[in-house]
C-alpha cells in the first residue's frame, strides 16, 4: 500500500526559479526519503531525513521533516533543465522491512 | 559489481510465454527488492529477500509470478503465462542491510507483452 503521499502531482517551472514539492505520510516513521527517476526507470537516491532531523541540505536540495504534521518537503533551488524527472518521497515505517512510496511528483523545468 | 544490474533491458513476449528477469545487486548487499511501476504510476512492492530468504511473498500479484535468490547475490523474478496487464517496468534494488537504509535500483526491465 501507498504510504506516502506527495503533491502536487505535476508541477512546471522556468529555469533558475524554485521548485517545491511535499509529502504526506499516515505512520510513525524511521526516516524519509526522497528519490528521483528519470525517463521511468532506475530511481536515484537524493537524501535520507531521519525522524529526529527538521531539516537537511545537499547542494542545490534542501529537505525538511515535521514528524507532528507528518509532512516533508523538497526544495530544489536554483532549477535547471535536467531537475526535470519524477521525484518520489518514501518512509521507513518503525517496524518495517520495506520503504513505503508515493506517487511521485513530476517535475518539468522549462528552459 | 559497481551497481545494480538488470537484464535484459527490454523484453517483448507474446501472452502466455514464461519469461525471466534477472537481477545482480551491489557486492555485499544483504536485502534484495522487486518493484514493479506501470506507466506514470508509482512503485509496486513485490517482493522481498534477505540473504537467499524471503520473509514476504504476499506482494506478489498472482500465483504465476515466482522469485529465487541464489548465494545471497543474484535474483531471477519469473512470470508464467505472461498477460497483457503484465506489461510494465521491473525495478529492482539492494540495500546494505535489510531495513532503514537507502536502496540503490537497478536501471529497470520494460517487459512487454503483446
Known sequence: SQQGEEDPQALSIQEGENATMNCSYKTSINNLQWYRQNSGRGLVHLILIRSNEREKHSGRLRVTLDTSKKSSSLLITASRAADTASYFCATWEDSNYQLIWGAGTKLIIKP | ?114
Not at chain 2, 65 to 86: C, K, M, N, P, Y
Request: hydrophobic fraction near 30%.
Open chain 2, 1 to 114: 559489481g559497481a551497481g545494480v544490474s538488470q537484464s535484459p533491458s527490454n523484453k517483448v513476449t507474446e501472452k502466455g510465454k514464461d519469461v525471466e528477469l534477472r537481477c545482480d545487486p551491489i557486492s555485499g548487499h544483504t536485502a534484495l527488492y522487486w518493484y514493479r511501476q506501470s506507466l506514470g504510476q508509482g512503485l509496486e512492492f513485490l517482493i522481498y529477500f534477505q540473504g537467499n530468504s524471503a520473509p514476504d511473498k504476499s506482494g506478489l500479484p498472482s500465483d504465476r509470478f515466482s522469485a529465487e535468490r541464489t548465494g545471497g547475490s543474484v535474483s531471477t523474478l519469473t512470470i508464467q503465462r505472461t498477460q497483457q496487464e503484465d506489461s510494465a517496468v521491473y525495478l529492482c534494488a539492494s540495500s546494505f542491510r535489510a531495513a532503514n537504509e537507502k536502496l540503490f535500483f537497478g536501471s529497470g526491465t520494460q517487459l512487454s507483452v503483446l
